[in-house]
């Protein structure tokens, strides 16, 4: 398997479960047949629509073909059917949108590499992509976005798109960057779940 | 009139009819007249608006000339001035809402196929433009959205947009396929909403 | 200092200020280091962003280059240092915050202009961009948007854009009127502040 079609997998993949994501969710609302399939379809391509907006990359790739669409749709039937079954297996589908984080964060810091972006917007198009679908999600059922919830969300997804750009500076082969990245998101965001991690706040005064 | 006078004209209405939408809602939270205005435009333009930054469609129709605006805000101004008596047409304002949301799904199914859309993203993009309006609308006041709350109302978007795509895979004239869309959606909603229809969920453990 | 220097460092000093107004409501609602710096960017670059994209101008400013993105997260940084210091300065940043909304409104109304819209919805992006960031900021922690609970900051947007657009019509030179309007704007939305006007409601009928 050439890296390219490994990347399109892990993309196809990435978007499943992220779909899946939003499917449980609306399942755990007790929105109908119709609200699964729209929340599994927000939370996995908004990210990517979002980004692709921004860059003027039109139509945006989760459009441009039906596979992402079947792949996020795919993820809302699996929740209609087996809800109870994934809901016990927490563990996988954590680590799977651990991985779905990090894909998103280098493939979004590589494309707005691509489309001549500085490296300090090309980080933040990364985290924006990687970040962006369940914040759609969350806001469409009124829950404060996980990003803002969850310690060592964005931190992980800022990690991926980093590496990705700072070794497009350091003149690096991008394949091997890319799955650095995604690789080391993916491993913060599963040890900050495992060890509890918090990130730091705002010194407040005392009342 | 030509077919394209009434499409125009009844685009206007659909217009107007969501922008009513928004500022029913806006004068029943007790909003001022700015934020009636705001909710006007946000519920009548914001699904066009996704549909055509989606496509790269710029500048996007409801900012290309004036009269998507001048739609919205008289729907505001309506409300305004006539909201106790508006809330007792309950029939004719959901048929009317019935109405735009199937002429925004074909419209917007239409437009996707006419930029080199393929058969399921053009439909995606016709529910996302049809429903898109009231989604912003919803949110901008905390609510979730009435797509994911109220049965078939996201199905009847897809009936109209799936219509289009359909008959435009099977050759046939756009002009009577998009008026079938838009009747056999607008049915739908209004039968389902006088029938009481519920659409199916995920079967759930019982507690 | 020429004119357009002058404007960029007001630009510029709008983003910081609009970008502090996200960090401060991310240390109320007691958010890590990573939501602080989501709200700043997100409360300062959401208006020119959905601007850009409605123009078709991309990549949008706030990414074109770092600068933006610096200064949001300055201000994140600021905010997360001297957080109790700039709570008790309500009054200047509520100045300053008038002042990024009349900036935010006129530059948004002249590239609407400079883009070919026609006066009406150049007056509505300039709207658009001006408020797009606060209310992305409150959507974000499931607020009802300030441009709807607040009086008269909208109609400071609109008084700055449409002197922008008049003068346009009127053959007027652009920056003299950028600054009227810049001006109007912020005087209007300080004076509605400080003397606690109200904007009209619709008549409602009494329960």
Do not use: C, Q
């Not at 994501?21 to 007790?30: H, K, N, Q």
């Not at 399939?37 to 990210?47: E, Q």
């Not at 497009?168 to 091997?176: E, I, M, Q, V, Y």
Request: no cysteine; glycine share 10%.
């Amino acid at each position: 398997m050439s890296p390219d079609t490994l990347v399109s997998w892990l993309d196809l993949l990435g978007t499943f479960v992220f779909g899946l994501s939003g499917a449980m969710l609306a399942v755990r609302r007790d929105l109908d047949v119709f609200g699964i399939a729209v929340l599994s379809v927000a939370a996995a391509l908004s990210g990517g629509l979002i980004r692709d907006m921004a860059l003027g990359a039109t139509p945006p790739a989760a459009l441009a073909t039906s596979s992402y669409l079947l792949a996020a749709l795919a993820a809302g039937g699996a929740a209609m059917i087996a809800h109870p079954r994934i809901e016990r297996f927490t563990k996988p589908v954590m680590v799977l949108d651990a991985l779905g984080l990090g894909l998103f964060a280098v493939t979004g810091a590589r494309k707005a590499l691509d489309y001549g972006l500085e490296p300090l917007p090309a980080v933040v198009l990364g985290v924006l992509s990687a970040v962006g679908g369940g914040a759609v999600r969350d806001i469409l059922v009124a829950e404060i976005p996980r990003v803002l919830r969850e310690e060592v969300y964005a931190l992980a997804a800022l990690l991926g798109a980093a590496i990705v750009v700072i070794a497009d500076l350091a003149g690096l082969a991008p394949t091997p960057a890319a799955m650095a990245g995604a690789f080391a998101a993916a491993a913060i965001r599963i040890l900050s779940v495992r060890l509890n991690w918090k990130a730091p706040k705002a010194p407040r005064r005392r009342d």
